[in-house]
């Protein structure tokens, strides 16, 4: 549960970056529309949302908030990390997240 904790925070981290029209553009190239801009910050929202109630679903209230933010830390590093150095694979990891879900639907 905590991997699918991290991995929900990470790519909410993803999104929420991405709503940023510097970070938008440095992965994308193009500049970002105002739509999308909307569109990323509530799926970054909500991928958040979602990280913290799998963490309090699975060890309480307490504990689950506690865990939860230690998931938070984790992923803002890795995406961090990945956004100062391969700005590139961030690319390559929002399609594949995208296409995967794309083919659970």
């Not at 991997?3 to 981290?13: D, R």
């Not at 970070?23 to 529309?33: F, I, K, R, S, T």
């Not at 700005?87 to 995967?100: D, F, K, M, Y």
Request: glycine share 8%; aromatic share 8%; hydrophobic share 50%.
């Amino acid at each position: 549960m905590i991997f699918v904790s991290l991995m929900l925070c990470f790519c909410g981290f993803i999104a929420l970056s991405l709503a940023m029209n510097r970070h938008y553009q440095q992965v994308a190239g193009q500049p970002l529309e105002r739509s999308t801009q909307v569109a990323l910050r509530v799926a970054g929202s909500v991928l958040l949302a979602a990280g913290m109630f799998i963490c309090i679903g699975g060890w309480g209230t307490s504990v689950g908030i506690a865990l939860w933010c230690g998931v938070l830390s984790m992923a803002a590093l890795l995406q961090v990390l990945l956004l100062t150095y391969r700005p590139t694979l961030l690319t390559s990891v929002a399609r594949t997240l995208q296409r995967r879900a794309s083919s659970t639907s």
